[in-house]
């Protein structure tokens, strides 16, 4: 286990907007899940993501900036100065203060989970993380549904704890450091009608 992960803090809360659209970026979600399983240089991500390190720069930039991701250590290796770069935590979680009314930052809330979860989706399946034959639980399988409920305010009540614990159950669940399968978690529970009066 890299020794900076001990150190990580459990979670970060993402309190503004700016910071959000930093992180509604497929490649930046994904960088982020590489510097939290352990510090890298732009130069190793380069190689892992087969991506070119110019682009790989200004995204680490911007995730720097928003605190996402901090220098760790510096090294040289023969060669100019590398930082290596690292999670600020092992999962971020929105403050609802940041959800409004208005559409634009209610777009952006929309955008970071919904759209970065079905870029990274996407991605998963094309590089074979993903096993579309597979069925849930089998590993490597995607469990996605979508239902529509009719319930009383009691359960519903209910949905939205269990869920919320199932949340914040995933996001704590690092129990085994030594895992080496990531996963993710997107949860969408909304009433789809007006309340009756």
């Known amino acids: 286990m890299d020794d900076d992960r001990a150190r990580l803090p459990e979670q970060r809360v993402i309190t503004d907007l700016a910071a959000?659209?930093?992180m509604a970026n497929?490649?930046?979600?994904?960088?982020l899940q590489l510097l939290a399983d352990r510090a890298s240089s732009v130069k190793e991500l380069a190689a892992q993501l087969g991506e070119g390190q110019t682009k790989l720069y200004r995204h680490i930039e911007q995730m720097a900036h928003h605190g996402f991701i901090e220098v760790v250590r510096t090294r040289t290796e023969g060669g100019p100065e590398q930082r290596c770069y690292r999670a600020t935590a092992r999962s971020f979680v929105l403050d609802t203060s940041i959800f409004h009314d208005d559409e634009p930052s209610l777009g952006e809330v929309l955008s970071f989970v919904f759209d970065t979860t079905?870029?990274?989706i996407r991605a998963r399946v094309r590089d074979g993380t993903i096993d579309l034959g597979r069925r849930a639980p089998q590993p490597r399988s995607l469990l996605a549904r979508r239902c529509l409920l009719h319930l009383d305010s009691?359960?519903?009540d209910h949905y939205y704890r269990?869920?919320?614990q199932l949340a914040v159950d995933v996001a704590d669940g690092t129990a085994d450091e030594d895992a080496r399968q990531g996963y993710a978690?997107?949860?969408?529970f909304y009433p789809t009608e007006p309340e009756a009066t």
């Open 118 to 120: 079905r870029a990274d």
């Open 154 to 156: 009691a359960q519903a």
């Open 162 to 164: 269990t869920l919320a």
């Open 26 to 31: 497929p490649l930046r979600v994904r960088l």
């Open 185 to 188: 978690l997107a949860v969408a």
């Open 20 to 22: 959000l659209k930093v």
